[in-house]
T-cell receptor
């Protein structure tokens, strides 16, 4: 099956610097993408999302870029803080028709561990 | 505040016993709930999708008779791991989606750490 993958499994960034986490997706039918942050022992926490009709979206200290031509997604975190240390997952959403339900299937990438160095 | 409540947060059971994990939607009616499994240092893998009042749809390779899912109401879904074995030890996470909320982020519970001895 198709999957979402990440280029970098680990990333260390000096506190205060900007970080960029990359993600490649392979399913051209995906039309919605989400970045999640997961801290140890917890469930994923929503960071930012983007629909396929956009190529950039900004939040507070975070920006997501979508390049549909090369099926690439990135998460930029500005002015990183120690609390940003976590595993970051990209996820792609695709609608499926299953038993008359228009279900969406959210597929996660492999994850990148971001470590902020004080 | 939390949108999804998952219980218990951790459980240890003996091999051969069954364990039930609850997932509750606190703020809205969850027409669809998703169950994921996550092994250490790995990503989340979708196990099954359940719609309220209907049978769950399982992903390829997930045994429906072993992982029983009940989505009896719009606020509660349960996952029962039957005849658990050590290889079932994992982090189980549920997520919910409300009616008509396609292309909106899923809300996740804080997971249940299952250890089978």
């Amino acid at each position: 099956g198709e999957s979402v993958g990440l280029h970098l499994p680990t990333l260390s960034v000096q506190e205060g610097d900007n970080s960029i986490i990359n993600c490649a997706y392979s399913n051209s039918a995906s039309d919605y993408f989400i970045w999640y942050k997961q801290e140890s022992g917890k469930g994923p926490q929503f960071i930012i999302d983007i629909r396929s009709n956009m190529d950039k979206r900004q939040g507070q200290r975070v920006t997501v870029l979508l390049n549909k031509t090369v099926k690439h997604l990135s998460l930029q975190i500005a002015a990183t803080q120690p609390g940003d240390s976590a595993v970051y997952f990209c996820a792609e959403n695709m609608r499926e028709v299953i038993s008359n339900f228009g279900n969406e299937k959210l597929t996660f990438g492999t994850g990148t561990r971001l470590t902020i160095i004080p | 505040g939390a949108v999804v409540s998952q219980h218990p947060s951790w459980v240890i059971c003996k091999s051969g016993t069954s364990v039930k994990i609850e997932c509750r939607s606190l703020d809205f009616q969850a027409t669809t709930m998703f169950w994921y499994r996550q092994f250490p240092k790995q990503s989340l893998m979708l196990m099954a999708t359940s719609n309220e009042g209907s049978k769950a749809t399982y992903e390829q390779g997930v045994e429906k008779d072993k992982f029983l899912i009940n989505h009896a109401s719009l606020t509660l879904s349960t996952l029962t791991v039957t005849s658990a074995h050590p290889e079932d030890s994992s982090f189980y996470i549920c997520s919910v989606r409300g009616r008509g909320s396609y292309n909106s982020p899923l809300h996740f519970g804080n997971g249940t750490r299952l250890t089978v001895t």
